[in-house]
């Protein structure tokens, strides 16, 4: 059974960095995708970052370009999120996903969430 268990999350101040960090845990050696992402109140899911394990493609949410990096270390079986240049539009459920798929909405296994707070 897969678990995928994220960290890191916190309040910061506009500007601020933080990395997400999730283990994974279980069958993971055939994960197609690995991926970031984010739901706030009021708000539809939506994909941050993915990428695929078995390339180097990535792929990211438009206004994450440039400010977030998706990486893996797979010697801890960890996927991270670099988080710089916060915004207070960055508040949000941050949830790792993982798997055969990684849509733009859905995912094959997922964790239960780390929240990054954003304040002004």
């Known amino acids: 059974q897969v678990q995928l268990v994220e960290s890191g999350g916190a309040s910061v101040q506009t500007g601020g960095s933080l990395r997400l960090s999730c283990v994974a845990s279980?069958?993971?050696?055939?994960?197609?995708?690995m991926a970031w992402y984010r739901e706030a109140p009021g708000k539809e899911r939506e994909r941050v970052a993915v990428m695929y394990p078995g390339s180097s493609d990535t792929s990211y949410l438009d206004n994450a370009k440039g400010r977030f990096t998706i990486s893996q270390d797979t010697s801890k079986s960890t996927l991270y999120l670099q988080m710089n240049n916060l915004k207070p539009e960055d508040t949000a459920m941050y949830y790792c996903?993982?798997?055969?798929?990684?849509?733009?909405?859905?995912?094959?296994?997922w964790g239960h969430g780390t929240q990054v707070t954003v304040s002004s």
């Open positions: 996903a993982a798997g055969g798929l990684c849509g733009y909405v859905t995912a094959t296994y």
């Open positions: 279980g069958y993971t050696a055939d994960f197609a995708c």
